[in-house]
């Protein structure tokens, strides 16, 4: 009787704390990038069971498109996927975008998570995007670094067609690079920073630069998102806490990073996570619509994808427009979202 009057105590002290009996169990999947270290930082500090769930956290992938595949079989009832979703829709999977894991809703662009490095040797000049032509690039096709790759294509003036193209994964980029098997690659962090590191002579040929927006999202599939609105609040605010958490505490919010991607130091860490928490923004706007949109109108331009789709039907904003009316403080440290990109209730995004 003790004990509950405690726990009892403890939640009136805490909105959001819950008896552990009372927890919601949910199964929620990642890909090995510091972009996407929120969600353990959510377990780890609590904030889930705070928030009212007993959250799993898979394994880390290593793409979305891997992560995917899990969803599909049943082994994840959410996870945090940005430009594979675009092919998985299109393959009929009914996937719904929830909130953001990475990218912006205050402006259009944001992809300061992601490098090009070029290796000793290989004519690539830093900062000169025309001396790509005619090289080897790794990429892994159908996900967020191939979708930079493109972008980087488009402002050099050059086509798909002037370089090759390499599918990788990001694991086998820098040994790829250390071999000379490429010339160069695009990727996520840590990839570029390890690659800086191990890849004598190696630079960093440009890094972010708004090139692309960034296409980040938590989704879920359909049947899953229409029977558990209030589950997905409860996630949303708890993975919006991390983020202020993490913003506030790069250095921390690295080392929970290296507990989660194999092989990741603390350096290397402290390194990406500066330029992760620039992008680590769980709101939504009508900058995410355009980005998803942008995205694949891009892929569709470029010959990589046949059609399009609609992408109002597979982003469901209520769930997080709530928890950003509910619970503002989650957000009072990121710059306001203009008044012109602000949604609401049924809205309709047109391009």
Avoid at 158 to 171: G, H, R
Avoid at 281 to 307: C, H, Q, V
Wanted: aromatic content about 6%; overall charge positive; proline content about 5%.
């Amino acid at each position: 009787m003790l004990l509950k009057k405690l726990m009892l105590c403890l939640c009136l002290l805490a909105p959001g704390l819950t008896m552990s009996q009372d927890l919601v169990k949910m199964k929620a999947g990642m890909v090995a990038g510091i972009d996407q270290i929120g969600l353990p930082i959510a377990l780890e500090r609590g904030f889930f069971e705070k928030w009212g769930l007993d959250v799993t956290i898979a394994r880390p992938y290593a793409t979305g498109v891997d992560a995917l595949n899990s969803l599909q079989a049943g082994e994840n009832d959410m996870l945090q996927v940005g430009v594979p979703m675009i092919g998985a829709v299109l393959r009929g999977m009914d996937l719904v975008a929830l909130g953001n894991y990475s990218g912006s809703a205050h402006k259009l662009g944001g992809d300061a998570t992601i490098a090009l490095i070029a290796g000793a040797g290989s004519g690539i000049v830093k900062g000169d995007l025309k001396s790509l032509k005619g090289k080897k690039i790794a990429a892994s096709f159908g996900t967020i670094n191939h979708l930079y790759v493109l972008g980087l294509l488009e402002k050099a003036g050059l086509t798909p067609a002037d370089v090759t193209l390499v599918n990788t994964p990001p694991p086998d980029m820098t040994v790829a690079l250390l071999a000379k098997g490429i010339d160069a690659f695009a990727c996520w962090d840590p990839v570029p920073i390890i690659a800086l590191k191990d890849v004598p002579g190696a630079i960093e040929v440009i890094r972010g630069g708004d090139v692309i927006s960034y296409v980040g999202f938590n989704v879920a599939l359909r049947p899953w998102v229409e029977k558990n609105g209030a589950t997905i609040e409860k996630f949303l605010a708890a993975v919006s806490e991390a983020d202020q958490w993490m913003r506030a505490n790069p250095k921390a919010a690295a080392q929970v990073a290296t507990r989660w991607i194999p092989g990741l130091k603390q350096d290397v860490a402290e390194a990406a996570m500066q330029f992760n928490i620039q992008q680590a923004d769980r709101r939504l706007s009508i900058n995410n619509y355009k980005a998803l949109w942008s995205a694949e109108d891009r892929l569709n331009r470029l010959g990589f994808i046949k059609s399009t789709f609609d992408v109002n039907k597979h982003i469901e904003p209520k769930h997080m427009l709530k928890v950003m009316k509910d619970n503002p403080k989650l957000f009072s440290d990121l710059p306001a979202i203009p008044a012109n990109a602000m949604i609401g209730s049924g809205y309709v995004f047109k391009p």
